[in-house]
């Protein structure tokens, strides 16, 4: 699975991935604050879709609860200029 990681200027990083069911994945982690958020988007509708905001140790809880413990198969794209 490959996974598409960003910069965003002034706010922290961008990671990104599409499940098998066409649907955009996406964290952003918050440079200053320690904050999280997750974004699923509507692969129908590219204005529609849900996010919600995740403290440290919230985003940390969801990592365990979703055994995420080996990242071997995971392709880490970057697509910042300076990367």
């Known amino acids: 699975m490959n996974v598409e ?3 965003l200027p002034g706010i922290g990083r961008s990671y990104r991935f599409t499940t098998a069911q066409g ?6 982690v ?5 904050r999280y958020d997750l974004a699923i988007n509507d692969p ?3 204005d529609r879709g849900c996010s919600i905001r ?13 055994s995420i413990v080996d ?8 697509t910042d200029a300076q990367a």
């Open 5 to 7: 990681r960003s910069s």
């Open 23 to 28: 649907r955009c994945v996406g964290v952003i």
């Open 30 to 34: 918050h440079r200053n604050d320690g």
């Open 44 to 46: 129908d509708n590219a």
């Open 54 to 66: 995740l403290t440290r140790v919230e985003a940390a809880t969801l990592a365990g609860l979703l």
């Open 71 to 78: 990242l071997a198969d995971i392709n880490i794209v970057t």
